[in-house]
């Protein structure tokens, strides 16, 4: 039986205020969460604190964005992974698309993050994905496996179990565009058989893969309903908790 994770990257959207009404209308909103669908946010820095005081009667778990991997020292403006997890994050995003474009995150840097999430016991949710442009020169298939191989490279068999990939078609992220259920399903089965190469079938059946860009209420069932879609990270409508719920409630009922 597959265990779902429907996740909601919150962006650069919601402070303290904005995040205690939008987590008090998700308390209401959401489903009865069975033991097969883990429930994630992810609010920017400073709402973590209070969205774990928050949730903490809840089965929703609280992760960040993003942080930088040294533990600390001169890095201005940054948050270590000792941070988030004093601050009561169980999961971090690693290299969203967002991060990579306009932060310069690099592969290297992904790879480093996820080994330093593991070590902290957050759980890496690491960002996978290509431009539309890539897409049409045909070259997403051997990109995405390039990224996939990158992030993982010297992370033991054990360790890698706790790690999730979230495929996010770069075209696809905040357009309203989606991957067909198909061109998900097909990269899906294709990071699952990256990932066996690396390490071995049993290994690649338990990784999550998450898919990524304008999942919605509409579209949700028939995305989650492939058999390599293990779950959603989900932007624009994890900030309505009606829509995010209904996501969830999705997955419930496929699981
Ligand atoms: C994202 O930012 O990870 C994302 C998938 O955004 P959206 O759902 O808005 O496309």
């Known amino acids: 039986m597959r265990r779902f994770l429907i ?3 919150w962006k650069m959207n919601c402070g303290p205020n904005e995040t205690a009404a939008l987590l008090e209308e998700l308390k209401k909103e959401t489903p009865v969460i069975s033991e097969n669908v883990d429930v994630l946010v992810c609010p920017p820095f400073v709402s973590l604190s209070m ?8 089965d929703i778990a609280v992760g960040a964005q993003n942080f930088h991997f040294e533990d600390n020292g001169a890095y201005t403006g940054e ?3 000792t941070m988030l997890e004093e601050s009561g994050c169980n999961y971090v995003i690693i290299g969203h698309s967002e991060r990579r474009e306009y932060f310069g995150e690099t592969d290297e840097g992904v790879n480093a993050k996820t080994k330093k999430a593991l070590l902290h016991k957050l759980v890496p949710v690491v960002c996978v994905g290509e431009s539309l442009a890539q897409r049409k ?4 298939f051997d990109l995405v496996k390039n990224q996939v191989t990158a992030a993982l490279e010297g992370i033991s068999s054990d360790d890698v179990l706790d790690v999730v990939i979230a495929y996010e078609p770069i075209w696809a992220i905040g357009t309203g565009e989606t991957a067909s259920p198909e061109q998900a399903q097909e990269m899906h089965a294709h990071i699952r058989n990256t990932i066996e190469s690396l390490y071995d079938s049993e290994t690649a059946d338990v990784i999550r893969i998450l898919y990524g860009g304008s999942m919605k209420p509409g579209n949700a069932e028939e995305l989650l309903q492939q058999n390599d879609v293990d779950g959603g990270l989900i ?3 994890s900030l309505d908790a009606k829509s995010f719920s209904q996501i969830i409630s999705a997955a419930e009922k496929i699981s």
């Open 51 to 58: 969205s774990v005081n928050h949730l903490h009667d809840t």
């Open 235 to 237: 932007g624009g409508a």
């Open 79 to 81: 948050i270590s992974a």
């Open 7 to 9: 996740a909601g990257n």
């Open 137 to 140: 020169d045909g070259v997403h």
